[in-house]
């Protein structure tokens, strides 16, 4: 229950074109989700998150849309860019504030010219 | 406003070896953890520290792991003895108290060790 499910593995996208990723959950108690963008040799850094009182957060152009009922989200990259390839985390939290983030096993998303 | 720090940034050691990993949050964070991230995989909660007191170590190897926050700020995770199966990037994060509000976890680069 504790688990977040992330798929695809790996992606590879046109530059300009639209990455998706996907993730699901199962525990009805997370009540935050965040998306981390991971660099090679450097520490997850916070890209965008979402609560589930709203179906869609966007933020430039990265979206993530928020499917409470079927306990799945995912993250959209508009206008995909070289660099943008690194590897990206869906992960969720429960309530209360401060609490560890469990983290799906990662996206390997590459962009090519 | 300076990040979170760890080092050494690697270690190559032998099993049975010990090792010890530091870590400075970001000034003025009080929640600090420590996650595991095998290669492939995301990272793991080992230990939760709010100020100098354990919140969650449920997952912490125990027999081996051991780790303390001495003053409520710096951090060290210690491996002893280390297995092979150790080998992962150990990343260290902070936030700030929250007011039953989520805060945003930042994540220092991460000290990648090799048990051979």
């Known amino acids: 229950q504790q688990q977040v499910k992330q798929s695809p593995q790996s992606l590879i996208v046109q530059k300009g074109g639209i990455s998706i990723i996907n993730c699901a959950y199962e525990?009805?108690?997370?009540?935050?989700f965040p998306w981390y963008q991971q660099f090679p040799g450097k520490g997850p850094a916070l890209l965008i998150a979402?609560?589930?009182?709203?179906s869609e957060k966007k933020e430039g152009r990265f979206t993530i849309s928020f499917n409470k009922s079927a306990k799945q989200f995912s993250l959209h990259i508009m206008d995909s860019q070289p660099g943008d390839s690194a590897t990206y985390f869906c992960?969720?939290?429960?309530?209360?504030?401060?609490?560890?983030?469990?983290f799906g096993k990662g996206t390997r998303l590459s962009v090519i010219a | 406003e300076a990040g979170v720090a760890q080092s050494p940034r690697y270690k190559i050691i032998e099993k049975r070896q010990s090792v010890a990993f530091w870590c400075n949050p970001i000034?003025?964070?009080?929640?600090l953890y420590w996650y595991q991230q095998i290669l492939g995989q995301g990272p793991k909660l080992l230990i939760q520290?709010?100020?100098?007191?354990?919140?969650?170590d449920s997952q912490l190897p125990k027999d081996r792991f051991s780790a303390e926050r001495l003053k409520g700020v710096d951090s060290t995770l210690k491996i002893q003895p280390a297995k092979l199966e150790d080998s992962a990037v150990y990343l260290c994060?902070?936030?700030?108290?929250?007011?039953?509000?989520?805060?945003?976890?930042?994540f220092g680069p991460g000290t990648r060790l090799l048990v051979l």
């Open positions: 994060a902070s936030s700030l108290i929250g007011q039953g509000l989520q805060e945003t976890q930042y």
């Open positions: 525990n009805t108690a997370f009540d935050y």
């Open positions: 979402i609560r589930p009182d709203v």
């Open positions: 992960a969720a939290s429960m309530r209360g504030g401060n609490t560890p983030l469990v």
């Open positions: 000034s003025g964070h009080a929640t």
């Open positions: 520290f709010q100020n100098n007191g354990v919140v969650d």
